[in-house]
């Protein structure tokens, strides 16, 4: 990353949009930790139109990555040889978690999708049952803007306070980058926890 702008003008910027979407179709690319390290760097440039520019590109890319992997899997439950998708997302869904979100979903409805960003872990298994009661993609893909805004949104605003807080860059991306690290790896965690407890 550049001090202007995330990795350095346009380039930086389609990196940033390329990683999310991935991030949003496999869970190898920490994508909140990623958008707030950007947010950093973007709030210690001269103006304030990166931070701007963080924000949509983070935005349009999570809807881009979860409007995607919707569409792959609501084909997968209308194809044998795209039933494969279907099958990996719930697999990537714990069973409780699965049925927790199936309860939920039949009663809030989709104002789950937009919690389920927010939430560590929580997108996958709230997906996968809006799948499973055959939410139409147009019906998910309107939830999903709002959801998609409000995880941008609260990633980049850890940024901007880590950004505040130290006079040089890398020590804010620093921080904000172990935070929501540590945020992601407090449901397995617990998970852990819970097991290891009912083993003994």
């Not at 494969?84 to 809030?108: G, I, V």
């Not at 949104?153 to 040089?168: K, P, T």
């Amino acid at each position: 990353m550049s001090g202007a702008t995330p990795g350095g003008g346009a380039v930086g910027y389609w990196s940033l949009f390329a990683l999310v979407v991935l991030g949003s179709l496999v869970p190898v690319v920490p994508t909140g930790a990623l958008v707030s390290g950007a947010a950093v760097v973007a709030f210690r440039s001269a103006g304030p139109v990166q931070p701007v520019l963080v924000f949509g590109t983070a935005a349009v890319a999570a809807l881009v990555g979860d409007v995607a992997l919707y569409w792959l899997g609501r084909r997968g439950s209308h194809t044998e040889g795209g039933s494969r998708w279907l099958r990996r997302l719930r697999e990537r869904a714990r069973p409780e978690h699965l049925e927790a979100a199936r309860q939920r979903l039949e009663r809030h409805g989709v104002v789950v999708l937009v919690l389920s960003r927010l939430v560590p872990a929580g997108r996958i298994p709230v997906m996968v049952a809006c799948l499973l009661a055959g939410m139409p993609l147009r019906t998910f893909t309107r939830a999903d803007v709002a959801a998609v805004l409000a995880w941008a949104a609260a990633y980049e605003a850890i940024g901007v306070l880590g950004g505040s807080l130290f006079a040089r860059p890398w020590e804010g991306v620093a921080l904000v980058v172990g935070v929501t690290l540590l945020i992601s790896a407090v449901p397995p965690g617990w998970r852990w926890v819970r097991r290891g407890a009912h083993g003994g």
